[in-house]
């Protein structure tokens, strides 16, 4: 079973960064494509970034690659990271960690194996 764990998220205010991290736990070595997804009060979960494991090619929403970056840290852990800059106030949401034991980084929630609990992201002045 994977596990991640997610850290990072917090109230900041329209133009700031923040730094989202996910880390699987378990059997990590399952994990070869991990994802960032996220869901504001009453809309569906949308996708963001999404990376193939070690240091595959990226994949973005058009909404947020000029703003956000999705990259992995020390390929024995798996950890991966979420620059965001910018932020505005419909940044607001939970922000979910994603992973999939399959090897192509799918913009598709339903491909994902392995989702975090979560991370509240809030953007307010």
């Known amino acids: 079973q994977v596990h991640l764990v997610e850290s990072g998220g917090g109230l900041v205010q329209p133009g700031a960064s923040l730094r989202l991290s996910c880390a699987p736990t378990?059997?990590?070595?399952?994990?070869?494509?991990m994802a960032w997804f996220r869901q504001a009060p009453g809309k569906e979960r949308e996708f963001l970034a999404a990376?193939?494991?070690?240091?595959?090619?990226?994949?973005y929403a058009d909404s947020v690659m000029d703003r956000f970056t999705m990259s992995a840290g020390d390929s024995a852990k798996n950890t991966v990271y979420l620059q965001m800059r910018r932020l505005k106030p419909e940044d607001t949401a939970v922000y979910y960690c994603?992973?999939?034991?399959?090897?192509?980084?799918?913009?598709?929630?339903?491909?994902?194996?392995?989702w975090g609990q979560g991370t509240q992201v809030t953007v307010s002045a």
């Open positions: 378990g059997s990590s070595f399952r994990v070869n494509a």
């Open positions: 994603a992973a999939r034991a399959g090897i192509q980084a799918t913009t598709f929630a339903a491909t994902y194996d392995y």
């Open positions: 990376l193939s494991l070690p240091g595959g090619a990226t994949n």
